[in-house]
């Protein structure tokens, strides 16, 4: 069964700084990975996605690789702004559907 | 509309009474998703409807949840007897179709069972 987890849960930084979030998954057969945003009472807002053959894909300040073989995928976001500061959702596609699989979120806070 | 509808946006209910939570999809889109998402939690794929297609059920928890989808359009989903650890955010989705893997989520409908 595809586990998804994401490290670390919580995290506060200042303004400014460059930092990487984690995901990690127990099956390297996936047909896509996907990173989203999520707002307090707002929906999902993705951000990236990398299909299983690409290593990365990058949109302005976010930059989102994916190691299939060894189950992992980060996301660097350069230059932190206090309007990052939301929870970030990795999620796994097991085949050409939109049935997700979610990782629990990093929630991330980024001071002035 | 511009984009996915949700209502209730909240709920709250007495433990074992019915509830139902309806979505409106971006018109259009012939995929319709519903997830949960519990506290502290990532989301938990619940059903998905393809077009006509018979809806993929298989994350249902129990036969107390149940979904239904009118042509291409609204969906309902329905938990009957409801229990407190029903209670969480429940977010629909919708994409072009099911290949997409482009899901535009609702701001959800947050169920409290009290």
């Known amino acids: 069964k595809q586990e998804v987890t994401q490290i670390p849960a919580a995290l506060s930084v200042p303004e400014g700084e460059n930092l990487v979030l984690n995901c990690s998954f127990t099956d390297s057969a996936i047909y896509n990975l996907q990173w989203f945003r999520q707002d307090p009472g707002k929906g999902l807002t993705s951000l990236l996605l990398?299909?299983?053959?690409?290593r990365e894909q990058t949109s302005g300040r976010l930059n989102a690789s994916l190691d299939k073989s060894s189950g992992r995928s980060t996301l660097y976001i350069a230059a932190s702004q206090p309007g990052d500061s939301a929870t970030y959702l990795c999620?796994?596609?097991?085949?050409?559907?939109?049935?997700?699989?979610f990782g629990q979120g990093t929630t991330l806070q980024v001071k002035p | 509309g511009a984009g996915v509808s949700q209502s209730p946006s909240n709920k709250v209910t007495e433990k074992g009474k019915d509830v139902e939570l309806r979505c409106d999809p971006i018109?259009?889109?012939?995929?319709l998703y519903w997830y949960r998402q519990r506290l502290g939690q990532g989301l938990e794929f619940l059903i998905y409807f393809q077009g006509n297609s018979a809806p993929d059920k298989s994350g249902l928890p129990s036969d107390r949840f149940s979904a239904e989808r009118t042509g291409e359009s609204v969906s309902t989903l329905t938990i009957q007897r409801t229990q407190q650890e029903d209670s969480a955010v429940y977010l629909c989705?919708?994409?072009?179709?099911?290949?997409?893997?482009?899901?535009?989520f609702g701001a959800g409908s947050r169920l409290t069972v009290l």
């Open positions: 989705a919708s994409s072009p179709y099911s290949g997409a893997n482009v899901l535009t």
């Open positions: 990398i299909q299983s053959s690409q």
């Open positions: 018109s259009g889109h012939t995929a």
């Open positions: 999620a796994v596609s097991p085949g050409n559907t939109g049935k997700l699989i």
